[in-house]
């Protein structure tokens, strides 16, 4: 019984509402049978309201993807594939951050050392960031004996833009 009581005063008012609406568009269509109602390219049209989506802000842009920086295993593998002229390649992190380091052995011919410039002038930077890392420096190199560089690229996770 308590269920009807709710239900009633729902039914009452959408048969209200739906006699409302076709009330509306019968007055519509006797006025438009007259000939009494002004047509739209005849009369004047003023808005004096804004637009509803104008008031809101737009909607912020999505985050950015989070960039994942890869294990160290896959930063080494990927130095090697990249410049298997270097020896003893390994990524470390320690109190003074994140390093690839690497030993370049003496060069063999002119392809060794053209590879070995590219490494240097960015190639080493441009492998690292597709890990998710980006280089904080230029890379450092000692020479631990005749024409054998040891080298530290210090790096850090990279952000998202």
Same mark, same amino acid.
């Given at each position: 019984m308590g269920r009807d009581r709710k239900v009633a005063p729902r039914q009452a008012l959408? /048969?209200?509402?739906?006699? %409302?609406? =076709?009330?509306? !568009? *019968?007055?519509? $269509?006797?006025?438009?049978a007259d000939g009494t109602g002004r047509a739209a390219a005849e009369g004047l049209v003023r808005v004096d309201l804004p637009a509803a989506g104008a008031s809101s802000p737009p909607p912020p842009a999505p985050a950015p993807a989070a960039i994942v920086p890869a294990l160290p295993d896959k930063v080494i593998a990927h130095v090697r594939r990249a410049y298997p002229l270097l020896t003893e390649v390994d990524f470390r992190c320690d *109190? !003074?951050?994140? %390093? $690839?380091? %690497? #030993?370049?052995?003496?060069? #063999?011919?002119?392809?060794?050392?053209?590879?070995?410039?590219?490494? /240097? /002038?960015?190639? /080493? *930077?441009?492998? $690292?960031? *597709?890990?998710?890392?980006?280089?904080?420096?230029?890379?450092?190199?000692?020479? =631990?004996?005749?024409? =054998?560089?040891?080298?530290r690229a210090s790096v850090a996770p990279a952000r998202a833009r």
């Open positions: 959408m /048969l209200g509402c739906a006699a %409302a609406i =076709v009330a509306a !568009g *019968a007055w519509l $269509v006797q006025r438009s *109190a !003074g951050g994140c %390093a $690839v380091t %690497a #030993t370049i052995p003496p060069p #063999t011919d002119d392809a060794f050392l053209k590879q070995r410039q590219e490494m /240097l /002038l960015g190639g /080493l *930077a441009k492998t $690292v960031a *597709a890990d998710g890392y980006t280089m904080l420096g230029p890379v450092q190199m000692d020479e =631990v004996a005749f024409n =054998v560089f040891h080298i």
